[in-house]
T-cell receptor, first 112, second 116 residues
Framework: QQPVQSPQAVILREGEDAVINCSSS?????VHWYRQKHGEAPVFLMI?????EQMRHEKISASFNEKKQQSSLYLTASQLSYSGTYFC?????????????FGQGTRLTINP | DGGITQSPKYLFRKEGQNVTLSCEQN?????MYWYRQDPGQGLRLIYY???????QKGDIAEGYSVSREKKESFPLTVTSAQKNPTAFYLC???????????????FGEGSRLTVL
């Protein structure tokens, strides 16, 4: 029940845009997005709680398509500080309770 | 400052030894979690606790043990039964306990365990 992220890696020049997708084979109730810089802890970006919802964190936005069981993260006019690995997390049943299950991550590299 | 503190940051262990990783939070959060991170595999849940004196197995609990005797502490023991313990371990907490969906996770800086 691990969500699938695509692409696995992206390399951009500063100022370019990117889209990261997160898909689930099961119905999505909420989607979390986190960013992790190399050697650091993941940092929360945003939660989308219902279909059709869109959220924004600085110049990073996300959408949640409940019917397609998919969420997309949009990075606009990328900055060097956006480099890192992005993880989506979706609610899945673990140990009898609903807990976050993370995708495998998308590594984003921004070059000057 | 409120946050999550993990220690040690780096740990080396010989095969056959148990090791305990510390995780302390002063955020007054009810729920605490342990994740394991391996390259290319994302974050996998080892154990979680939604309330003091209670904890549940995650996806990959075999070879690990935890305790939750205090709200602010959730130590993880990597036992000799864990076949491939070399990994990066992350502790996290969230405000929600038994009710509702998982809220925002706050992560510690992580502990990197290497088995020699």
């Amino acid at each position: 029940q691990q969500p699938v992220q695509s692409p696995q890696a992206v390399i951009l020049r500063e100022g370019e845009d990117a889209v990261i997708n997160c898909s689930s084979s099961k119905a999505l109730y909420s989607v979390h997005w986190y960013r992790q810089k190399h050697g650091e802890a993941p940092v929360f970006l945003m939660i989308l709680l219902k279909g059709g919802e869109q959220m924004r964190h600085e110049k990073i936005s996300a959408s949640f398509n409940e019917k397609k069981q998919q969420s997309s993260l949009y990075l606009t006019a990328s900055q060097l500080s956006y480099s890192g690995t992005y993880f989506c997390g979706t609610e899945g049943v673990i140990g009898g309770a609903q807990k976050l299950v993370f995708g495998q991550g998308t590594r984003l590299t921004i070059n000057p | 400052d409120g946050g999550i503190t993990q220690s040690p940051k780096y740990l080396f262990r010989k095969e056959g030894q148990n090791v305990t990783l510390s995780c302390e939070q002063n955020l007054n959060h009810d729920a605490m979690y342990w994740y394991r991170q391996d390259p290319g595999q994302g974050l996998r849940l080892i154990y979680y606790s939604q309330i003091v004196n209670d904890f549940q197995k995650g996806d990959i609990a075999e070879g690990y043990s935890v305790s939750r005797e205090k709200k602010e502490s959730f130590p993880l023991t990597v036992t000799s039964a864990q076949k491939n313990p070399t990994a990066f371990y992350l502790c996290a907490s969230s405000i929600d306990g038994l009710a509702g969906d998982t809220g925002e996770l706050f992560f510690g800086e992580g502990s990197r365990l290497t088995v020699l």
